[in-house]
């Protein structure tokens, strides 16, 4: 690039342009619905190594321009080492330019040449299958009348012989797709299969099951339908039915308890409702209510609120989801930080949009999401009128073998009363590592900053770092008993407004866990705990050593 200066020629900087596109050059391609195996850990491995050698070129072009400063004697005094601190780079953008200008040059010439030689290449390969022809014809032409019938008969084995090895080798890579979790890819495979065979069961009975793990209850009940029709099963028959009871009307009443280490104790239920649109979306419904008490500070005063949400559900792939939902709180409190008993009645807004993206099994994954909610962990929360509005984007990206990296930031805004509005920054990263068998295992580090301190209840430091080991494992049983379990400890510390520095690290822990268990056909009984202990990562905490814990009951009816 630059007469004398190490780097990359023109076949250099081509490697590494298509090094940095390799990540989007797959994204593309499955874009596009390709059924070729992704290669995430290559292309992100190539990206990575073209983005090193584009930092060192950087760099050896300061460090050439401050020795060329340093030889002639124009380095000013206090510059630094090798007069870095005020050298220019060696490299010259019109050198670059004129490099990207001649690789661009090189490449359309190539193209032209390419589709130049393609058509000549077309015409003369289609001249050649004419002229096979028409002598295959001129051959076999007084034979043909005699031979036919008789070709015929033995041909059709063959041809069918064919068609079923043809047939079994798709069902291979729908199936293989299928465990690489690329279901949309999968169902345009048995889509294609039924369009071949429109008589094929076992085709419509796969396409059935893959439509329904994609979120597409209507549609798989009609293909499974359809292989009924052409060959009738009692288990069939069963599945039908158990999938019209799971695709319709869904209410699911709630109620749990939530207590603190402050002695704080909120009770709550509710009731959510989830109805079939047309399509693949659904309309969503929810209405809770709680009372928060505080047995030790607030004797005898209580707070309760009342929330209320209307949405909607948008599955338009299996990899794509869309999620909204709009709606109110209304709260009734009395004033407790000010130890005031004359109840006031307020009104406030809540929300979530969520989005989420997952190519593959295997592949990248991106999951945005903006909520806005009331912060109604304790009485003086609610009481201050505390919500929350903030905005979260996460990215997990495949690395080599089963090692994944995953990137987490978020911002909000608090606002309360009688305090101006506070400002809450949180970056995440994490090594996440599939263990065959097991579930997930990763390594987690966030670092947590609030703009201003506070007094409305809930703990705001200066800042706050963790690190921690985290594991999930998520197991189904064949009579459909789910078990879900998310578990986390590690380390944190922290520096208040008043302090000069960042405390000691101290322990942490945290504990999740689901269960669905299938009573009958039309009901299931689900349980949820949350623990935690620790009072950085959660808004609602109190103070830094702050312990948490949360269960709820419900019942899913499908009638």
């Not at 008490?293 to 599955?315: D, H, K």
């Not at 099994?361 to 903006?370: E, F, I, K, N, Y």
């Not at 690290?505 to 935690?532: K, S």
């Amino acid at each position: 690039m630059a007469a004398g200066i190490p780097g990359v020629g023109i076949g250099g900087l081509f490697y590494v342009l298509s090094a940095v596109a390799a990540p989007l050059r797959e994204l593309t391609r499955r874009a596009r619905g390709s059924t070729r195996d992704p290669l995430w850990a290559q292309a992100f491995r190539l990206c990575g190594m073209a983005v090193g050698i584009v930092i060192a070129m950087w760099l050896t072009g300061v460090v050439v321009g401050a020795l060329l400063q340093l030889t002639a004697g124009s380095v000013r005094p206090g510059a630094g080492p090798l007069g870095i601190g005020s050298a220019t780079s060696a490299w010259r953008i019109s050198a670059l330019a004129l490099s990207v200008g001649t690789l661009t040059m090189v490449l359309c010439a190539v193209q032209v040449a390419r589709l130049v030689v393609a058509s000549s290449r077309k015409r003369a390969a289609a001249r050649l299958e004419r002229s096979l022809v028409l002598a295959l014809l001129m051959a076999t032409g007084v034979s043909a009348t005699v031979t036919a019938p008789r070709s015929m008969r033995a041909q059709a084995p063959s041809r069918a012989v064919a068609a079923a090895t043809v047939r079994d080798g798709e069902f291979a890579r729908a199936r293989q797709l299928q465990r690489e979790g690329r279901t949309d890819a999968a169902i345009a495979v048995y889509e294609e299969l039924v369009r071949t065979d429109p008589r094929d069961a076992d085709a419509w009975q796969a396409l059935a099951e893959v439509r329904r793990r994609a979120g597409r209850p209507r549609e798989a009940i009609s293909a499974l339908e359809i292989a009924q029709g052409l060959n009738p099963t009692p288990r069939r028959g069963g599945q039908i039915d158990r999938w019209r009871h799971e695709s319709g009307a869904q209410f699911e009443p709630t109620g749990g308890m939530t207590r603190d280490s402050d002695r704080n104790t909120t009770q709550r239920g509710g009731l959510a409702i989830r109805l079939p649109l047309v399509g693949r979306a659904a309309v969503t419904a929810s209405a809770s209510a709680l009372r928060a008490t505080n047995s030790l500070e607030y004797t005898g005063q209580s707070v309760s609120a009342q929330t209320a949400t209307l949405g909607v559900l948008f599955r338009p792939r299996a990899a794509l989801s869309i999620e909204t939902s709009a709606g109110a709180s209304q709260v009734r409190a009395a004033s407790l930080s000010t130890g005031g008993t004359v109840a006031s009645t307020y009104n406030t807004p809540v929300g979530l949009a969520r989005m989420r993206w997952r190519s593959s099994a295997t592949g990248p994954s991106v999951d945005l999401r903006a909520t806005r909610v009331l912060i109604d962990a304790t009485p003086l929360l609610v009481a201050n009128r505390v919500v929350r509005t903030e905005g979260t984007a996460s990215a997990d990206v495949p690395l080599f073998a089963s090692l994944r990296a995953r990137a987490t930031g978020r911002r909000g805004y608090i606002n309360s009363a009688d305090e101006p509005e506070n400002t809450r920054t949180l970056l995440g990263a994490s090594l996440v590592r599939r263990l065959p068998g097991w579930g997930d295992i990763a390594l987690n580090a966030q670092r947590i900053r609030l703009a201003r301190p506070t007094t409305q209840g809930y703990f705001a430091p200066r800042e706050a770092q963790i690190a921690e080991l985290s594991s999930y494992l998520e197991r189904e049983s064949d009579s459909g008993i789910l078990l879900a379990i998310d578990a986390g400890v590690g380390m944190q510390r922290m520096q208040t407004f008043t302090a000069a520095a960042l405390s000691t690290w101290q322990p942490a822990a945290r504990l999740w866990t689901h269960l669905d268990v299938p009573l009958q056909r039309t009901i299931m009984l689900r349980a949820e705990v949350d623990v935690y202990d620790g009072g950085v990562a959660r808004e609602a905490a109190s103070a830094a050593h702050w312990r948490w814990i949360s269960a709820s009951l419900g019942v899913r009816l499908t009638p």
